[in-house]
């Protein structure tokens, strides 16, 4: 069982910067890959970037490419979504999740092939 808490949510104007972190606890957090999803009001909960075990693989959702970064340190067992230029259709509740694989370069932006998710951190974005 690996329990996630997401942080950093909250109100912003558009053009600032937020950074979330995801703790994570229970199991080896290295033997997971991570991701990031977002729900906003009334839409299905969509993929936002994830990175792989190690952190050496990243991908991202086209419209945060170049505005997002997902990074890792698995000596504190966090995941951080670092948000830049933001926007107000970034506006939504932000999940992080974690996926158990072997492999270490993995990563997947499948809702389905996260194992555990967080409760989630809200990020409104006003115009």
């Known amino acids: 069982q690996v329990q996630l808490v997401e942080s950093g949510g909250g109100l912003v104007q558009a053009g600032g910067s937020l950074r979330l972190s995801c703790a994570a606890s229970g199991r080896t957090f290295s033997n997971y890959a991570m991701g990031w999803f977002r729900q906003a009001p009334g839409k299905e909960r969509e993929f936002v970037a994830a990175?792989?075990?190690?952190?050496?693989?990243?991908y991202y959702l086209d419209s945060v490419k170049g505005r997002f970064t997902i990074s890792r340190d698995n000596a504190k067992n966090t995941v951080y979504l670092q948000m830049n230029s933001l926007k107000p259709e970034d506006t939504a509740v932000y999940y992080c999740a974690a996926d158990r694989t072997v492999y270490s370069g993995r990563y997947s932006y499948m809702e389905n092939e996260y194992d555990y998710w967080g409760q989630g951190t809200q990020v409104t974005v006003s115009s």
């Open positions: 990175i792989s075990r190690s952190g050496s693989s990243t």
